[in-house]
């Protein structure tokens, strides 16, 4: 057996910002100041900075980033929200948890987005919003979504979890929207230690209720306005992310170098679809690295046999879940979810993998036979 290659490490990116960070989690310590002050509102303001935005919020995670988005535009029971049918089911529970109704539409089987082609039969007069998911952080088509948007007065609320540090034409993701929704999970591209997440935006109003709804509907204390939530992210996590900020660029840039690698070294492959080539006006994040093969489970099993470490992202949609078993979805109106199902298979890549790793995945996957 080759030497064992995990799906991912911290070992690397924890190497570069340990010092920092400890000093960082120990000031926070000190200060005994651990809810909504000054960490926050640095990390708010550097985020803000780096997307290009004017506002933003954080808050305790990125399901809460969609709920709290969507509460703010004023969904919730009786509205219909679209939204990719092959996302994770994070996406959904959102909009289920307004009282809204998800209305799923089937991706591009090659860019795994949203297809946008097959937006407008889904639009109905209760639709209220579509919500673009930029999958394993490749952008989505933002410019046929918004010209949508506009054509049938929807908001648009980015679902920008996987793809921190992603461009769309010289725009970050994440600042596309009307709100734009963020997760800090730590194996996302920016990553804290636990649960957090951010709410970005352009408007100065929906900044402005975000706000009460990440604090009990509240921005006075003991005075509340609205309906709120307790969903605040916290001062060592905004600590935390502040320190990885600056870094995630480089970290971009390293896992593009190893995707062309992979790209390079795999394309021949007849029973392996890679994923989509990016266009120059696009710049890919690379959370992840999907595949696509009829073989997926054995190849799967295969890898694991030998040491490598792999994924399925997502093993069984969210339409199928027992969670959703009386919402009326039929998978058999989503056949581009039901084959990309049992298709896809994510190969390890993240920051710090080294070039032999991904070498050795490829030279094992070529020597794969069925």
Not at 18 to 33: G, I, N, P, R, Y
Not at 178 to 194: D, R
Not at 329 to 355: D, I, W
Request: hydrophobic residues 40%; charged residues 20%; proline residues 5%.
């Amino acid at each position: 057996m080759t030497a064992a290659i995990p799906f991912y490490s911290f070992t690397y990116q924890n190497e570069q910002v340990k010092a920092e960070m400890q000093q960082a989690l120990l000031d926070v310590f000190d200060s005994a100041w651990y809810v909504l002050g000054e960490r926050v509102a640095k990390f708010e303001k550097e985020y803000a900075a780096y997307l290009g935005v004017k506002h933003c919020i954080g808050v305790g995670n990125g399901l809460d980033a969609l709920k709290i988005s969507l509460r703010a535009l004023g969904i919730g029971q009786g509205d219909e929200v679209i939204v990719p049918a092959n996302t994770y089911i994070a996406t959904l529970l959102a909009v289920s948890e307004t009282g809204a109704l998800p209305v799923l539409v089937d991706p591009n089987p090659d860019t795994f987005n949203i297809d946008p082609s097959k937006i407008t039969a889904k639009i109905t007069a209760k639709t209220k919003a579509i919500i673009p998911v930029h999958l394993y952080g490749l952008p989505c088509e933002m410019d046929a979504i918004t010209d949508i948007a506009n054509r049938y007065g929807l908001f648009l609320v980015e679902d920008n979890a996987q793809a921190t540090g992603s461009v769309y034409k010289g725009q970050k993701t994440g600042s596309l929207g009307h709100l734009n929704a963020h997760s800090f999970y730590p194996t996302k591209n920016l990553g804290c230690l636990g649960d957090g997440g951010a709410i970005t935006t352009n408007d100065d109003d929906l900044a402005h209720q975000v706000r009460m709804l990440r604090n009990y509907g509240s921005e006075q204390k003991y005075k509340n306005e609205r309906l709120g939530y307790n969903s605040r992210l916290d001062e060592i996590q905004a600590a935390a992310l502040s320190v990885k900020l600056p870094f995630i660029d480089r970290w971009r840039a390293e896992k593009a170098l190893l995707a062309d690698v992979y790209h390079s070294k795999l394309s021949d492959v007849r029973h392996l679809q890679l994923p989509a080539e990016v266009h120059h006006s696009l710049l890919h994040s690379h959370h992840l690295f999907v595949i696509k093969s009829n073989y997926r489970d054995a190849l799967s099993a295969y890898l694991k046999e030998q040491g490598v470490d792999t994924l399925i992202h997502y093993p069984i949609p969210a339409y199928s879940q027992q969670a959703y078993r009386n919402a009326g979805f039929a998978p058999e109106e989503y056949p581009v979810t039901e084959r990309l199902t049992a298709e896809v298979l994510s190969l390890p890549l993240y920051p710090g993998m080294k070039l032999e790793q991904v070498e050795q995945v490829c030279s094992l996957i070529r020597k794969f036979t069925f």
